[in-house]
């Protein structure tokens, strides 16, 4: 991840509010649907858009994209529902403060909202653009950042599973 920007409903942005973690579950398919990582932000508003850069060190690609958010996204933000929290080990109410971005090779992005005891749901999926400047925005003069030797030999052996995102 290179960078998240935020815009809120009010039109202030939020630069670089990012935070999580390459991957989840292990495994090279398919998505988690859920939170993974995270990077509180304080005094944002809801969501209007998301900026997005990132690289795909497998392919090696650069990619950048922003995801306008939907009305009903910022609703379901905003509505309390009971959901069991595992952690308290009893129903609360809780709301879907969360946002999750899921980024793979090919440019695939998926987005989800969800909070600490409900589930998450799907906002969507998107397909980014290639970043013209590549990685950095040009600063690294093309550069990515290298795969380490264990995960390019998994890579030749197995290959990149595309189709399950």
């Known amino acids: 991840m290179e960078s998240v920007d935020v815009l809120d409903q009010r039109g202030f942005v939020f630069f670089n509010v990012h935070g999580g973690v390459a991957g989840y579950t292990r495994k090279p398919e398919g998505w988690h649907k859920g939170g993974s990582g995270g990077k509180p932000i304080s005094n944002v508003d809801l969501p209007d858009q998301l900026l997005l850069r990132w690289q795909s060190l497998v392919e090696p690609q650069a990619y950048k994209i922003s995801i306008r958010i939907p009305q009903w996204v910022r609703d379901e933000m905003l509505k309390p529902e009971q959901g069991f929290c595992q952690w308290a080990g009893e129903w609360q109410e809780d709301y879907r403060d969360t946002i999750t971005l899921g980024m793979a090779p090919g440019g695939i992005i998926k987005v989800w909202i969800g909070g600490s005891c409900l589930n998450f749901k799907e906002v969507g999926r998107y397909h980014a653009k290639v970043e013209p400047l590549g990685p950095y925005r040009g600063a ?26």
């Open 140 to 165: 690294s003069k093309g550069k990515y950042i290298p795969l380490e030797p264990e995960n390019k030999a998994y890579i030749d052996q197995h290959g990149i599973p595309y189709g399950s995102w």
